[in-house]
């Protein structure tokens, strides 16, 4: 089956960690993005890449790093610079311009 | 003000009913727009997809685009307690640096009570 996997549904950390976050698609997609979406909040953008070993910050970038290395993956590590990371962390990927991006079910990180 | 504009509700219809939802926005380079619908601890889905000006019908679901007054709409028709959800709208612009970057409205929730 086509499509975009995140892993883990669920996760956990104290306060200070450093943690990543996985992302993989099988789509053939050049392009993948990373947002965050707070309760009753649309989904903000924290970075996107739009080909193998380059990418660029989004709005909330600050706490946030990101590498592709790889096509089909798009890891995010959450850092504890980060002041609130606790949010649920939603990747998506696109083959074109138009912005017709496509979700992976997502991530909740809670830190404590 | 944001870029894109949401009312968040909550809306609650009964089971069979027109559900409008709405969104406006500000930036006149958007050309493409999208409706995608959310259930609860999951990842939007992709509901509806639309270039510039005009409507566009899928089933139960209707997308309309005014760009000359910067407004967007879903209209969900004969509403089933399955529709309810967080419903999300995002537009981009095309062509620039942005390459597909989406902007969202903050979504609507809705429940279709039977």
């Known amino acids: 089956d086509g499509g975009i996997t995140q892993s883990p549904k669920y996760l956990f950390r104290k306060e200070g960690q450093n943690v990543t976050l996985s992302c993989e698609q099988n789509l053939n997609h050049d392009a993948m993005y990373w947002y965050r979406q707070d309760p009753g909040q649309g989904l903000r953008l924290i970075y996107y890449?739009?080909?193998?070993?380059?990418?660029q910050k989004g709005d909330i970038a600050e706490g946030y790093s990101v590498s592709r290395e790889k096509k089909e993956s798009f890891p995010l590590t959450v850092t504890s610079a980060q002041k609130n990371p606790t949010a649920f962390y939603l990747c998506?990927?696109?083959?074109?311009?138009?912005?017709?991006?496509?979700f992976g079910p997502g991530t909740r990180l809670t830190v404590t | 003000q944001k870029e894109v504009e949401q009312d968040p509700g909550p809306l609650s219809v009964p089971e069979g009913a027109i559900v409008s939802l709405n969104c406006t926005y500000s930036?006149?380079?958007?050309?493409?727009f999208m409706w995608y619908r959310q259930y609860s601890r999951k990842g939007p889905e992709l509901l509806m997809y639309?270039?510039?000006?005009g409507n566009k019908e899928d089933g139960r679901f209707t997308a309309q685009v005014d760009k000359s007054s910067k407004y967007i709409s879903l209209f969900i028709r004969d509403s089933q307690p399955s529709d309810s959800a967080t419903y999300l709208c995002?537009?981009?612009?095309?062509?620039?640096?942005?390459?597909?970057?989406?902007?969202f409205g903050q979504g609507t929730i809705l429940t279709v009570h039977p």
């Open positions: 890449s739009q080909i193998v070993n380059d990418f």
């Open positions: 995002a537009m981009s612009a095309s062509g620039g640096t942005s390459y597909g970057k989406l902007t």
């Open positions: 930036n006149s380079a958007f050309q493409y």
């Open positions: 639309t270039y510039s000006s």
């Open positions: 998506a990927s696109s083959s074109n311009r138009a912005g017709e991006q496509y």
